[in-house]
């Protein structure tokens, strides 16, 4: 096995326990809270961003 191709095991590796462990650890995603994609950009509020704060709170 050359260094090259261990390297590259070990990246795939560890991507894929990141993903697991960030899979298992993040809260279930409510998609009756979010905005629908189709909504981008049609002026309905959205909530949850930082971007849609207003200023000074």
Do not use: N
């Given at each position: ?51 849609s ?5």
């Amino acid at each position: 096995m050359t260094q090259q191709t261990l390297l590259r095991g070990i990246f795939w590796a560890v991507l894929v326990l990141f993903l697991s462990w960030d899979y298992w650890q993040s809260p279930p995603v409510d998609l009756r809270f979010e905005a629908p994609l189709i909504a981008a950009g049609s002026g309905q509020a959205i909530q949850g961003g930082h971007c849609s704060m207003p200023s000074g709170k």
